[in-house]
């Protein structure tokens, strides 16, 4: 006689396997990594003469409103890709710090200044520190 009915507990398995599997290829990293990218990847630097007027127009387009700090990456995201993987160094607890030096901008809020959404500059080129989710980078360290 075949069987009749919903089979619940046949699909499990399946649902199971497929959860699996979107967490193993990294699919629970994307938002993360989007968020990262937004807020941290500016690849070929915005083109402002002066590093203040980067920082308000790049922090309004992040809309990143008064955010005390926020550092902007100036190189393509494969190589920033990369430090989750071969080029970076392990630091405990769960961070990778860049072998290379990479061309940063950090903006640091001006709260004491009366203009609202005004940022002091600084063009750097150091090593980043950055947390992955396998191969994405999902958090910049400070």
């Not at 070929?44 to 790049?58: D, G, K, V």
């Not at 890709?81 to 990778?96: E, M, Q, Y």
């Not at 061309?103 to 750097?124: A, E, I, M, P, S």
């Amino acid at each position: 006689m075949a069987m009749r009915g919903p089979r619940p507990l046949l699909l499990l398995p399946l649902v199971q396997l497929t959860a699996c599997l979107a967490l193993a290829s990294g699919q629970s990293c994307i938002p993360e990594f989007r968020t990262f990218w937004k807020n941290h990847v500016d690849y070929l630097r915005t083109s402002f003469s002066r590093h203040n007027t980067y920082c308000r127009m790049r922090m309004e387009r992040a809309k990143l409103y008064k955010k005390p700090i926020n550092t902007f990456i100036h190189i393509p995201i494969e190589a920033i890709k990369s430090v989750c993987r071969v080029n970076g160094i392990p630091v405990p607890p769960d961070l990778r710090k860049s072998k290379r030096f990479f061309k940063v901008t950090t903006c640091r809020y001006n709260k004491t200044h009366n203009k609202t959404h005004l940022y002091n500059g600084t063009f750097y080129r150091r090593q980043i520190v950055i947390r992955c989710c396998y191969a994405f980078p999902i958090y910049y360290h400070e």
